[in-house]
């Protein structure tokens, strides 16, 4: 049961803004570890900023306060934009940094590196792109009133949940049923 957590944890912490002391098991960071290239990492800060960075702190529901009230849904609508906005800068200087390095190279072995350099830059700001068209639907469900809750089963998906993971759609149980039927899936 322990490990089931885990794993679950470090499955959710790969497109989590928020890897905390329970989401950094060994496996998460073996794989950062393995891919932290300078130009990736510089690019995966963003990708993986704690919305605490922010200087958004967790929300302190008030007693008897209903589930996303008007000030639980300001407050993620906060965390929501601010890491949208840092993403879109991060995919700014992405173009920018291939447009200003893209200038002719002589050398056929730099040449190759360059375009590897690309090549990671261009994935990592696809990851960006589909985060931050997340986050907007995120932000859309906000508008519609119908943030918090699981588009599967319908129940709150939770306060601690959506800190963590401020674009989640899915209770953990839902997550974590469908992301064994993905496994099964693609064998
Ligand atoms: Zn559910």
Known sequence: MAVDKQQKTAQ?????????????????TKART????P??????AALGTAAGLYGIEPYQPA???EYMSDGQLAHFRKILEAWRAELM?????????????SAALPDINDRATQEEEFAIELRT??????????IEQSL????????????????EIGLRRLEARPTA??????????????KQNNG
């Open 63 to 65: 007693k008897n306060e």
């Open 39 to 44: 130009a990736k990492s510089r690019a995966n």
């Open 169 to 182: 759609t899915q209770c953990i149980d839902c997550k974590t049923l469908s992301e064994i039927k993905e």
């Open 34 to 37: 393995k891919r932290a290239t």
């Open 125 to 134: 700001r696809d990851r960006e792109r589909k985060l931050i068209r997340k």
């Open 89 to 101: 800068e991060e995919v700014d200087r992405t173009v920018n940094h291939m447009q200003d390095e």
């Open 12 to 28: 959710e912490a790969k497109d989590s803004p928020m890897i905390d002391s329970i989401g950094s098991t060994e496996k998460t």
């Open 140 to 155: 859309q469900a906000i508008d519609n009133v119908d943030y918090g809750y699981c588009e599967t089963c319908g129940i």
